[in-house]
Nanobody, 127 residues
Framework: QVQLVESGGGLVQAGGSLRLSCIAS????????VGWFRQAPGKGREFVAG????????VYIDSVKGRFTISGDNAKNTVYLQMNSPKPEDTANYYC????????????????????WGQGTQVTVSS
């Protein structure tokens, strides 16, 4: 089992910055990849960014490329999502998720590929 706790959410002005953290505990050695997802009110959950522990490779959806950065700290079992220049449309509940399998291509986007989920942290971007 892997337990995930997200933190760092809150209210931020458009154009500001915010850093989300996802701390893992338990059988973290089984983790191959970590994804950040978000869910806005009335919408489905969508993939935002992914990080692979094996080679530190990253993947992003187009709408956050150049603004968000995902990174990992192996010693702290923590993955971060640095949100620069957030926009009101980034407002959502943000979740991190861990996959025990290696992810390829569009697999990153599929919720069912992830084995463990956190409870989420709310991010609200004001205009």
């Amino acid at each position: 089992q892997v337990q995930l706790v997200e933190s760092g959410g809150g209210l931020v002005q458009a154009g500001g910055s915010l850093r989300l953290s996802c701390i893992a505990s338990g059988r973290t050695v089984s983790s191959n990849a970590v994804g950040w997802f978000r869910q806005a009110p009335g919408k489905g959950r969508e993939f935002v960014a992914g990080f692979s522990w094996s080679d530190s490779s990253t993947v992003y959806i187009d709408s956050v490329k150049g603004r968000f950065t995902i990174s990992g700290d192996n010693a702290k079992n923590t993955v971060y999502l640095q949100m620069n220049s957030p926009k009101p449309e980034d407002t959502a509940n943000y979740y991190c998720a861990v996959a025990t399998r290696i992810m390829y291509g569009t697999q990153w986007y599929r919720e069912y590929r992830y084995d463990y989920w956190g409870q989420g942290t709310q991010v609200t971007v004001s205009s």
